[in-house]
């Protein structure tokens, strides 16, 4: 059974720590930047939003969107038959 752990470590002293610790068990490690987190009050934002059935307004009308997307058109070589 193999187990994958990810560890998240902001102090560098903390990191200084356990590298020689993984060496010496003898266990395979990779280092990796992790991206910047969203700001707190963004992801607030978005749980509330989530929180409250989600908000698709912006999204504009469907019904409109459907109806442009799919109307008929000229295709290429139609007339061609």
Wanted: no cysteine; glycine share 6%; hydrophobic share 40%.
């Amino acid at each position: 059974m193999m187990i994958e752990l990810n560890i998240r470590i902001s102090n560098p002293r903390d990191l200084a720590v356990l590298l020689p610790l993984l060496n010496r068990l003898g266990l395979p490690w990779e280092q990796r930047p992790h991206p910047p987190e969203a700001p707190v009050r963004d992801q607030e934002a978005l749980r509330q939003i989530i929180a409250q059935g989600g908000d698709a307004a912006y999204f504009g009308d469907a019904g409109e969107w459907q109806r442009e997307a799919r109307t008929d058109r000229q295709l290429p070589f139609e007339d061609e038959a």
